[in-house]
C-alpha cells in the first residue's frame, strides 16, 4: 500500500466531458499511459516535435506538463495555443464542455493541508514498500546498488517502475517520483520540485555541482566516481533551484540534456534571457554573472545525456567542461 500525506482539501468534482474536450483538440492520445488522473499525449506545443508521449495533462485541474521540453500551463492556456481561439471564443469552447474554470481556480487557490508547510511531509516508511532495483535494471543503466541506496532509489515491482525521492533541501522527504519508459508521475500530484534539487543533500557542502535533468543520472554519475551531482527533475530549472545551487557553491558545470531543449534552457540560464510561447524575449536572471558556471562537454559524444556515458567518457567531459563565455548552442 503506497503512503500518501494527510489533506483537508475535498476532492474536485467537477462533472464535465474533459474526454471530449481533448478528444475536440486532436491531441495524439497514448490510451495506454493515459488513466483517470492524466490523459498523456504527444507534446501539442509549436515549438516541439515530440516524437512520443512525453505531455500529460491533468483531467481534473487542466495543469499540463510535457517532461521533454519544458511546455507547461493551464486549461485555458492549452485551448488557445492549440485552437488560435481568443480568450472570449476559448472559454465559451471550455464552457461547452462543462468545465467551470472559476471552480478549477478556486480549487488551486485554496490550501492543501491545513498542517503548516514545514511539517507537511512524507514519513520515510513511503520508501520501505519498495525494494532494491532488480540487477538487469541497475545493468542497464550502469548504475551501482549502493549508488541506488546512497540516494534512496528504489524500484516499485508491481509496475516496474523506478521511486524516485523527492527532498526538501534539508533532507525531509515531500514526495517522490514514479519512472518508467514513457511514463512520468509525482506523488502528490502537486509536489512542489522546483523548490527542490535531487542529491543536494548528499552533496559535500561548498564543493562544485554538476546540474543534471534527470535524478538517474545523479546516480549514474555517482556510480562513476562524481558525489556532487544534483538534478531539477527535466529540463525546467527554476530560479528557486538556482538559488539553492548559489546557497551551496560558487561553481556549477551545466549538465542539461544534448539535445534542443537541453541547450535552449542552458542558454537561458546563461543568458538570463528566455522566450515566451510566441516568441516574445522576457528578461530574467543572468546566473553566469552571480556564480562560475561551465558547460559539459558533449563534443564528438553520440549521446542525449550523462546516463549515456561511460565513466571515463563523464570524467573527460566534466573535466573538459567549457567557460560559460565560450559556450555556444
Known sequence: MRTTPETSRPALVIPADMEGLLESLALDIDTRLSDEEETWALCPSPNHKDSKASWSINTDTGLHSCF??????????????????DVFEANRFIRGFGVDLEKIIQYLAAPASTEPEAVRTFSEDALDVYGDPPAAQL?????SLAS???YDVVWDQSDSSWIL????????????QVKRKGYVRNRPIKIKKSHCLFGLDQAEPG???????????????HTAGVPNGVSSFGVVVSEEQMK??????????????????GKKRTQ?????????????????INWAKRLNISVLDYAALDVKDPGDMTDDQIHHAIDTAIPAVLWSA
Open 68 to 85: 521533454s521540453c519544458g511546455y507547461k500551463g493551464n486549461l485555458l492556456g492549452l485551448v488557445l495555443d492549440v485552437t488560435g481561439r
Open 139 to 143: 545493468q542497464e543503466r550502469s548504475l
Open 148 to 150: 541506488c541506496r546512497r
Open 165 to 176: 525521492p523527492v527532498r526538501a533541501p534539508q533532507g525531509a522527504l515531500v514526495g517522490y
Open 207 to 221: 564543493a562544485p555541482l554538476v546540474l543534471v535533468e534527470s535524478p538517474l543520472d545523479v546516480v549514474r554519475l
Open 244 to 261: 539553492l545551487v548559489i546557497t551551496h557553491t560558487d561553481r556549477l558545470v551545466l549538465a542539461l540534456d544534448n539535445d534542443s531543449a
Open 268 to 284: 537561458e540560464i546563461l543568458t538570463g534571457v528566455s522566450y515566451d510561447r510566441r516568441g516574445k524575449p522576457k528578461q530574467g
